[in-house]
């Protein structure tokens, strides 16, 4: 990479800030003068156009007013002599100069009387067909008519004003009119030849389209060539004012459009952009020119200010550099100025000193070094352990420091058999003994204390030959292996133990049972295996922590121990919160029962962890060698069985494995593996509830229901199949199922046409422990095309008080998006006000307990009617569910339920079933209830 110097980084660095502040400024002052620049040109063309819409209406007015006049002279005579009336024409030149297509004098029938200029062969010409002899005799008021292809000047575009002429009794005689050609240079004519600017120009049209004048005069009487403009729409439905817009060339103009007082026409202009603008791209050229010469003057002015600040800098690099030329020559910087460079160039001076010291005391260090050297060739490779050389007699010629240390002090001259074993002989296995005698290499292991603490020793010996091939000594080494002991016991209590509890893990557990249950074999004894599980333990987990639980396990590990029997009962850890035990040499089961009791006890205390006060109780299954079985996996199998009914019966209980447990297992894992099959075969369907408002009838939502479509036993209700999900996680993946199934069949009925309505559907617990649930159902929502509004989560109450509290920032960000949440079976007995307060909540369906007995218990009732009420204050929704009669309805009514579910408006129905009902409630006034039964 090429060398940028200081300087350079520097100029380029502060340039940058220059160039966009200097950038940003321009950008910002020139978009605001642009913006009023473009304001006042719009406002400069609507005063304009306004100005010239009030001049015409004022002609216009004046022309109607001048053939009102006239009008008003015109006598009966007039009218019945042909003649009279022509002269009468002939002699308005005042209004022959307004009108310049002619006066005209009609009958009260539609016939020519006269016209001005005279025409043969034209008096008594029927035009009652004109839209304008029409207008006015239908309304007997002055008109003014739109543009038509005048036959005065054939092919030629005209407009006509008419005033009804009276007698004196008020009935219509005759009809005035004057006619001007939007060709020539009257008061409209000269319209098409103003210009805005180069290009731009004037039109005049009707509000059905029509052009009036234009300056292109085959687009005049064109109609519809207006229609298809979006802009045209609006002006003809009352707006005024200026816009920029596309015209049917493609150019860009500004338009302005003004209503006309006198006429239903609109004065319109077209400015093109282009020129309209043309001095705010002008201005813009020289704003971005003055920038472009402001930052080169700045970069100019930065580049000389960095070279000027720098150059003591680069003058002391050049000095440093120079002193690379002569080995051994140094020379201190001169320092010409206080600042920050002059302070490095006296550390640099320092540091030239400190090591010319430093080099000196090397060259010193490097001699002492070199006679050394020779004294430590010998021993370099024993460094890492002890050595010693002994003679045949076993004396001690030569100790290393290493070997030293291990030895407890230095020997030389004494027996080696003195230093580690303490004796007076060579003790047995004494390997330079050995190696003395056969004259190979012996190694063996000693235990010695040192200052309190075991050594593990490895002692290696080999002899050492003179030139004749005799022994006369032998080389000891010496090594230090107490860590690989160490790591040799701590991977044996891997293998074999928990490594957070340090109790039996499952395999140790395993073969001690084992050999229980052949000692019990041999001796015909009776022996007991528990399973216990911890109730509760993921709620402390989720809340707490794994650090909480791990102390809260190590606790219940201590207890354990302390109330086994003797050292032959094994406690193990079997993994996550489940601990396994045997008991051995028992007289009958009532042993086993006594001992889980005093278990049972034991954990009644509270468990005190890091400030928190923990109850934590267990559930504990047993079975009995031989009844429940004659091996370590059948009597560890039937224990965990029988712990599982345990948790069934309420948990923090005992209980005894029977042969029927084991049968009800087998039909438990029938159904889990019938409903894994079900879910991958597409047995399951969904059946939907509406939810109906009782005042309306109408229907505001449905609840999707799953059925299970079995292919032995039939249409199989949840509660048969939902537990077993709930337990082995399958709850996930039909959960999944049932949002997508029910969010697009939602999405189908609104795409059919349909009242759209909000789908309920229900989230589990352990769908909401999920870390991803929230992206993974806005991303179904995303799939199947439906908006997040219409989709309700209904929530078990009993979730608020189960943990899922933590959650709260997830079911809060759904509900941003517009996912209602509301809270199912509520009353039940499981929250709180507080939870109630903190849960982001739209709507609260009430216990189907409370509904059912709402008629017989005044209890029920009260609670249904504060529930109502809470719901209320709370400005939550709230739904009442399970109602199956008139009675209930009623009554839930008088409480203030205005939305109802239940089998008295409709079952739950199929999907064809239930669009069936959206549909029919579109031409439908009655109640739902009676809906569903025509």
């Known amino acids: 990479m090429a060398f940028i110097s200081l300087k350079t980084k520097m100029s380029v660095a502060v340039s940058l800030l220059v160039i966009a502040l200097v950038g940003a400024l321009a950008l910002s002052l020139f978009s605001y003068f642009e913006n009023q620049t473009k304001k006042s040109i719009a406002q400069h063309q609507a005063v304009l156009i306004s100005g010239i819409a009030d001049d015409i209406d004022d002609k216009i007015l004046r022309s109607l007013n001048a053939l009102i006049s006239v009008a008003k002279t015109i006598s009966p005579d007039i009218i019945n002599d042909p003649e009279k009336a022509q002269i009468f024409l002939d002699k308005r030149p005042g209004t022959h100069s307004i009108f310049d297509n002619g006066l005209f004098l009609f009958s009260a029938d539609g016939k020519i009387i006269a016209e001005s200029p005279y025409r043969p062969g034209r008096r008594g010409r029927d035009i009652s067909f004109r839209d304008y002899y029409k207008k006015t005799v239908a309304t007997q008021r002055p008109q003014i008519s739109d543009p038509y292809l005048s036959t005065h000047n054939p092919g030629k575009p005209a407009i006509i004003l008419t005033v009804p002429v009276f007698d004196s009794s008020g009935r219509l005689q005759a009809i005035f009119a004057g006619s001007l050609d939007l060709t020539k240079q009257n008061f409209l004519g000269k319209l098409s030849h103003i210009r805005l600017g180069r290009t731009g120009y004037l039109f005049l049209f009707t509000t059905d389209g029509t052009f009036v004048m234009h300056p292109d005069p085959g687009r005049i009487l064109r109609p519809g060539t207006l229609i298809g403009s979006s802009f045209f729409h609006m002006a ?158 076993f004396k001690v010629l030569y100790q290393n420091k290493v070997h030293q240390t291990l030895a407890g002090g230095e020997f030389i001259g004494s027996y080696c058999y003195q230093a580690f074993e303490g004796k007076d002989a060579p003790c047995s296995g004494c390997p330079v003994a050995m190696s003395f005698a056969d004259g190979l290499v012996h190694t063996a292991e000693r235990v010695v204390e040192r200052d309190g603490e075991k050594l593990y020793l490895e002692i290696t010996a080999s002899p050492l030959f003179d030139y004749d091939g005799r022994i006369n000594a032998g080389i000891e080494v010496v090594r230090n292996i107490s860590r690989r002991k160490q790591m040799e016991s701590a991977i044996e209590q891997m293998a074999f133990h928990d490594a957070l509890t340090g109790l039996p893990n499952r395999r140790l557990f395993n073969e001690r049972l084992a050999q229980a249950i052949a000692y019990a074999q041999r001796n015909d004894q009776f022996l007991a295996v528990m399973f216990l599980d911890l109730d509760h333990f993921k709620d402390i987990n989720d809340s707490l922590g794994h650090t909480i639980g791990d102390e809260l396990l190590k606790e219940v590990a201590t207890r354990l121990k302390r109330c086994g029997r003797r050292a032959e009962d094994t406690i193990a850890r079997q993994g996550g919160d489940e601990f396994l035990l045997f008991l051995s040499e028992i007289k009958d089961k009532e042993d086993a029962v006594h001992l889980a009791a005093l278990l049972l006890q034991e954990m009644t205390a509270p468990f005190i962890l890091s400030g928190y006060e923990l109850f934590v109780s267990v559930s504990i299954g047993i079975s009995i060698y031989p009844h429940d079985g004659r091996d370590v996996e059948t009597l560890a199998s039937n224990a965990d069985i029988a712990m599982y009914r345990a948790k069934q019966q309420g948990r923090n209980s005992v209980n005894l494995y029977n042969h029927s447990m084991g049968e009800k297992n087998r039909q438990r894992l029938t159904v889990e593996t019938s409903l894994r099959r079900a879910i991958g075969k597409n047995q399951l369907v969904l059946h939907y509830q509406p939810q109906v408002s009782v005042h309306s009838g109408k229907i505001i939502g449905m609840e999707a229901l799953v059925r299970w479509n079995h292919p032995e ?17 399958l709850i996930l993946d039909l959960g999944e199922w049932v949002l997508e199934t029910a969010a697009a069949q939602n999405k189908a009925w609104q795409d059919a046409g349909y009242p759209p309505v909000k789908i309920s559907v229900n989230y589990s617990q352990r769908q909401l422990r ?43 960000a759904l509900r941003d998006v517009g996912v209602r949440i509301a809270i199912d079976n509520f009353g039940a007995g499981y929250s709180c006000l507080k939870q109630l307060g903190d849960f ?38 709230v739904i009442a569910q399970g109602v199956e009669t008139k009675e209930q309805m009623q009554l839930l009514c008088s409480l203030g339920y205005g939305e109802m579910q239940g089998n008295y408006f409709s079952n739950p129905l199929p999907a064809e079933e239930a669009g069936l009902l959206l549909s029919r409630e579109n031409d439908w006034s009655g109640p739902l209830w009676q809906l569903s039964q025509k």
């Open 236 to 393: 003809a439905n009352g707006f005024e004012g200026t816009k920029e817009r596309e015209n049917s060339r493609g150019i860009r103009v500004l338009t302005t459009y003004r209503h006309l007082r006198a006429t239903n026409w609109i004065l319109g202009a077209n400015y093109p952009l282009k020129e309209a603008y043309a001095p705010v791209e002008q201005a813009k050229f020289y704003v971005a020119l003055a920038s472009f010469f402001g930052i080169i003057l700045s970069i100019l002015v930065v580049w000389l200010g960095m070279r000027y600040l720098t150059m003591p800098l680069l003058n002391m690099a050049r000095h440093i550099r120079s002193m690379h030329g002569e080995p051994g020559k140094t020379s201190p910087v001169e320092v010409l100025s206080e600042d920050e460079i002059g302070e490095l160039g006296l550390a640099f001076n320092d540091l030239l000193d400190r090591v010319g010291k430093e080099q000196e005391a090397l060259r010193e260090a490097v001699l002492t070094a070199k006679n050394e050297r020779a004294k430590s060739e010998a021993i370099v490779a024993a460094l890492g352990d002890g050595m010693s050389m002994v003679d045949t007699d």
């Open 713 to 729: 036993q039939g249409l199989l209700l949840p509660t048969s199949f939902i537990p077993q999900a709930e337990e082995t996680g």
């Open 840 to 877: 982001p909540l739209d709507a609260l369906k009430i216990d189907l307990s409370f509904v059912s007995q709402i008629s017989s218990s005044e209890v029920k009732k009260a609670i249904a009617g504060t529930v109502a009420s809470l719901a209320k204050g709370l400005h939550l929704s």
């Open 770 to 812: 999920q870390q991803d649930f929230v992206e993974k159902l806005l991303k179904s929502l995303k799939q199947t095309g439906l908006e997040a509004r219409w989709l309700e989560l209904e929530i078990r109450e009993a979730v608020m008080a189960e943990g899922i509290m933590d959650n709260l920032q997830a079911l809060a």
